[in-house]
């Protein structure tokens, strides 16, 4: 069944590799992870007199976010502040990673229709209703645009990675939708027929 531009438009049961899509989606959170923190650092979602929500998170339910660290070349980094940071990155690519499997549409420009969607439903919805920032309307500008072009490009990089990853694993490339694949057999055939001639 078609679905309008066949975002629901379920890929070919054959091409699917969800394990492999697991494994490439962590290692794809873990890295996105990184850059959306890089990001951050060259702007700053939130003003300097407002915690970040993986500390207002770690706060909530009774975690002292200063008494899980660990000392690195003379810094002390905030484990726990990390764990939140990098588990919500790898649970959310790995979703996607998998749901990519099934609906190929997930991956709409490169992943960032689903960079926007996150960012929507985290920091627009989820957050300020888990009491972990204001309500969305009360937030300034900078944080809405540094956090929607922040996940823009951590699900861009998510992407690429979980595409190289996935093909490492698996050996053979996306899953697609029956008539994509099937067009793409059919011009691998084709091409293949102009070579013998």
């Known amino acids: 069944m078609k679905t309008p531009f066949g975002l629901l438009d379920l890929s070919a049961p054959e091409s699917r590799r969800p394990g492999a899509a697991l494994v490439a989606g962590v290692v794809a959170g873990l890295s996105s992870g990184a850059i959306k923190m890089g990001w951050e650092s060259l702007f700053p979602p939130r003003r300097p007199d407002r915690e970040v929500p993986p500390v207002t998170f770690l706060k909530q339910r009774g975690i002292d976010p200063d008494e899980h660290t660990y000392e690195y070349n003379g810094n002390t980094v905030p484990w726990g502040v990390l764990a939140v940071h990098f588990g919500f990155s790898v649970v959310t690519v790995a979703a996607?990673?998998?749901?990519?499997?099934?609906?190929?549409?997930?991956?709409?420009?490169?992943?960032?229709?689903?960079?926007?969607?996150?960012?929507?439903?985290?920091?627009?919805?989820?957050?300020?209703?888990?009491?972990?920032?204001?309500?969305?309307?009360?937030?300034?500008?900078?944080?809405?645009?540094?956090?929607?072009?922040?996940?823009?490009?951590?699900?861009?990089?998510?992407?690429?990675?979980?595409k190289a990853v996935r093909l490492a694993i698996a050996g053979v490339p996306d899953a697609d939708t029956r008539v994509n694949a099937a067009a793409r057999l059919a011009d691998t055939a084709r091409a293949a027929l102009k070579g013998l001639r």
């Open 96 to 162: 996607y990673s998998v749901a990519a499997e099934y609906l190929p549409r997930t991956k709409l420009w490169a992943g960032a229709a689903y960079g926007i969607g996150a960012f929507v439903v985290a920091h627009e919805v989820v957050l300020p209703r888990l009491g972990l920032s204001p309500k969305a309307r009360d937030l300034p500008i900078e944080e809405h645009a540094s956090e929607l072009f922040g996940h823009v490009v951590w699900l861009l990089e998510a992407e690429q990675v979980r």
